[in-house]
T-cell receptor
């Protein structure tokens, strides 16, 4: 069965360091992968989308990589700030028009 | 751009009553919206896909007669929890699909916290 795994343990990181989150999937061939941020009691906020033919995508302090051979995406937050503390979700999409499948999310806590 | 609103943000009701939640795309048209529920410290669970002008598609295990979905316009979808019971207490979140051509993304509402007494 299709499975998306994100590290369920919270990631504690010192301000200014780079946070790296992983998203692994099995039995799935996504056409694209997305990352969302969710704060407690709020809906997720779209951050980045990366297509299967793209290796890397950047947006400000965020960087996403997508390795379809390893079936893995890495999400980096560089120069992390306490305001980056949140839960980060990865989501896989098979093709345009289809629903997304979300991972369980990884909570990030950036300490000043 | 791409703002989705949800109303109400919080509702408390008695067991047996029905609750309606509205989801609106404010600055774009959405032929497809999605309804999720989320339990504490768990990920999003897709309940149904709401399509404008047609019947919603429900995920396995979701009772369509209990969770009524109506998508009457390109900017509004509603979820009605009928005869709510305490086990229906959860965080309900909607999203609207935005096509990027070869890929889709979803913009989420702020969520509705439902508490059934």
């Amino acid at each position: 069965s299709q499975k998306i795994e994100q590290n369920s343990e919270a990631l504690n990181i010192q301000e200014g360091k780079t946070a790296t989150l992983t998203c692994n999937y099995t039995n799935y061939s996504p056409a694209y992968l997305q990352w969302y941020r969710q704060d407690p009691g709020r809906g997720p906020v779209f951050l980045l989308l990366i297509r299967e033919n793209e290796k890397e995508k950047r947006k400000e302090r965020l960087k996403v990589t997508f390795d379809t051979t390893l079936k893995q995406s890495l999400f980096h937050i560089t120069a992390s700030q306490p305001a980056d503390s949140a839960t980060y979700l990865c989501a896989l999409g098979h093709a345009a028009g289809n629903k997304l499948t979300f991972g369980g999310g990884t909570r990030v806590l950036v300490k000043p | 751009g791409a703002v989705v609103s949800q109303h109400p943000s919080r509702v408390i009701c008695k067991s047996g009553t029905s609750v309606k939640i509205e989801c609106r795309s404010l600055d774009f048209q959405a032929t497809t919206m999605f309804w999720y529920r989320q339990f504490p410290k768990q990920s999003l669970m897709l309940m149904a896909t709401s399509n404008e002008g047609s019947k919603a598609t429900y995920e396995q295990g979701v009772e369509k007669d209990k969770f009524l979905i109506n998508h009457a316009s390109l900017t509004l979808s509603t979820l009605t929890v009928t005869s709510a019971h305490p086990e229906d207490s959860s965080f309900y979140i909607c999203s609207a699909r935005l096509s990027l051509g070869d890929a889709d993304t979803q913009y989420f509402g702020p969520g509705t916290r439902l508490t059934v007494l």
